[in-house]
């Protein structure tokens, strides 16, 4: 089985602070695991994916994540946050099988001026 | 390149009125998806197809039907509307299981059932 638990359901940072959006998974295989962004009204996008290669995986926006197998993390940070981050951000979990992608609850990201 | 396009963007339905979520996309992309989000949740999966001819249920079908009759086009159909069924529907293809590729979304269409 699988699951994914994203930690925290809103953060908020001050712009050009670091970001730290936190996801922990579970699963019975290899998982492949994604980042994706949502901005308000819009379709999701990806922003970045681990599928078994290396554990650091760096995406679009300067957003990177770091596959810890020990930790069954996958977090999401960037150095420095824009307002234009402003987002729901989702973790999202895969044995591989299109019916076996688990989405987080998502965590929305407020940036402060 | 369009990418995935939905229509409608909004719709309001009666309890009992049936509707079809259009989506479609031309990547020429085999796998595509239904999801709903829920306020505070995350996507659930309604229905997903492998190839045109073939679909297959998710997490959530019950309410819902899709057909896939050509590799573009994955409507979604709503018989009998509930209000549990207000929702966001998102529509998402890929080239590839999106257990391991890129899923791409079309832009959602809002729908409220009173």
């Known amino acids: 089985a699988q699951s994914v638990t994203q930690l925290d359901s809103h953060v908020s940072v001050s712009e050009g602070t670091p970001v730290l959006l936190r996801c922990n998974y579970s699963?019975?295989?290899?998982?492949?695991l994604f980042w994706y962004v949502q901005h308000p009204n819009k379709g999701l996008q990806l922003l970045l994916k681990?599928?078994?290669?290396?554990?650091l995986v760096k995406g679009i926006n300067g957003f990177e994540a770091e596959f810890k197998k020990s930790e069954t993390s996958f977090h999401l940070t960037k150095p420095s946050a824009h307002m234009s981050d402003a987002a729901e951000y989702f973790c999202v979990v895969s044995a591989g099988s299109a019916s076996k992608i688990i989405f987080g609850s998502g965590t929305r990201l407020s940036i402060r001026p | 390149n369009a990418g995935v396009t939905q229509t409608p963007k909004f719709r309001i339905l009666k309890i009992g009125q049936s509707m079809t979520l259009q989506c479609t996309q031309d990547m020429n992309h085999n796998y595509m998806y239904w999801y709903r989000q829920d306020p505070g949740m995350g996507l659930k999966l309604i229905y997903y197809?492998?190839?045109?001819?073939?679909?297959d249920k998710g997490e959530v079908p019950n309410g819902y039907n899709v057909s896939r009759s050509t590799t573009e086009d994955f409507p979604l159909r709503l018989e009998l509307a509930a209000p549990s069924q207000t929702s966001v529907y998102f529509c998402?293809?890929?080239?590839?299981?999106?257990?391991?590729?890129?899923?791409?979304f079309g832009p959602g269409t809002r729908l409220t059932v009173t």
């Open positions: 699963s019975s295989y290899s998982p492949s």
């Open positions: 998402a293809s890929s080239y590839g299981t999106g257990g391991t590729y890129e899923q791409y």
């Open positions: 197809s492998v190839g045109a001819g073939i679909t």
């Open positions: 681990y599928t078994s290669a290396a554990t």
